[in-house]
């Protein structure tokens, strides 16, 4: 369909670069205009006006989960959906080669549903969640190890494994980010990376853009934001994008860029992306048949316990 674009400078917080090709969305949940922009050095899709630092803090802290969940703490059905997305995450990392065993960190924890799932699976996991209903919670209904902070106040080191599942497209300083989870893994240990993929055809056009998104990542945007500090060993990019990366351990000096071929794939998708390629190539025209089964399997799980809820899906096969 093409987008409307015009014409303003604007500088990526990733690589630096100036851009002048912006456009104008609506946030998917609550309507707030949106100004976006692609750098046309590193691919990365971002948000023209980000918030401060403290707003950030606070939003996170405070009214993120309210805004967009309409709770202080995750409903049965939410649980139900993090254990299942925990048991597939789990199955991706056994494939990249990931062994249970290691000390785990999961940052931006939610409610803990990934942390107990690791657990159960042999890891030694524990993770940081800002918001503090959704972090009591944690502690409180599975017993897990999840401190109420921000990622900059994290001091643990030795982990071999840190995941950061649909929370680094939430962080506005993804540079400071990679050094951070460099400086807390172990030599040769992984980070495994799941952000929304701004170039899959499977997600409705009402449903791509939010104020709480301040970046958009594709599969070469995201290698190279982390290419000085990891190799990635592991990708998956139909529907979300998944990357396993390993720790470097030699920090290159600068990002290594993504190609023109690759900067123009994204550019191409951003135009093609729309309701007919939703509906006809994005299976959007039989999603409506895979909610209803999805919906009558959490209507009879709404009235247990959380922790039974995950209990239940930890029995399932090849768990």
Not at 65 to 87: C, D, F, I, N
Not at 234 to 243: H, K, P, Q, S, T
Request: include cysteine; charge should be positive; hydrophobic fraction near 35%.
């Amino acid at each position: 369909m093409g987008l409307k674009r015009f014409f303003t400078m604007h500088k990526c917080r990733l690589c630096g670069a100036e851009s002048s090709s912006v456009w104008s969305v609506k946030d998917a949940k609550i309507a707030e205009t949106l100004v976006i922009f692609m750098c046309n050095t590193c691919a990365l899709v971002q948000q023209a006006n980000l918030p401060t630092d403290e707003e950030l803090h606070i939003y996170y802290s405070h009214n993120y989960r309210e805004e967009y969940k309409s709770t202080h703490q995750p409903k049965p059905k939410y649980v139900h959906r993090a254990g299942k997305a925990a048991l597939d995450r789990l199955a991706r990392m056994r494939k990249a080669g990931i062994s249970p065993g290691a000390a785990l960190l999961d940052i931006g924890a939610g409610g803990g549903e990934f942390v107990y799932m690791a657990q159960q699976a042999g890891f030694e996991s524990r993770g940081v969640e800002p918001h503090q209903g959704y972090s009591e919670f944690a502690r409180d209904e599975y017993g897990v190890k999840i401190d109420t902070c921000q990622i900059s106040d994290i001091e643990h080191k030795g982990f071999g494994v840190v995941t950061m599942f649909h929370v680094l497209e939430h962080l506005a300083h993804p540079t400071q980010v990679m050094i951070k989870v460099h400086q807390m893994l172990k030599e040769g240990g992984y980070f495994v990376v799941e952000v929304p993929n701004i170039t899959q055809k499977d997600a409705s056009p009402h449903n791509i853009y939010f104020k709480a998104h301040l970046f958009y990542y594709s599969r070469p945007s995201l290698i190279a934001a982390a290419s000085p500090y990891f190799d990635q060993v592991y990708v998956e990019d139909e529907g979300n994008l998944f990357i396993v990366f390993k720790r470097k351990d030699h920090v290159l000096q600068g990002l290594l860029t993504p190609s023109l071929v690759d900067i123009k794939g994204v550019t191409k998708r951003l135009d093609e992306k729309g309701w007919r390629e939703y509906l006809f190539k994005g299976g959007g025209l039989t999603k409506v048949f895979t909610r209803i089964p999805k919906a009558l399997n959490e209507h009879k799980i709404k009235h247990m316990r959380s922790k039974a809820i995950l209990d239940q899906i930890h029995k399932l096969p090849n768990f």
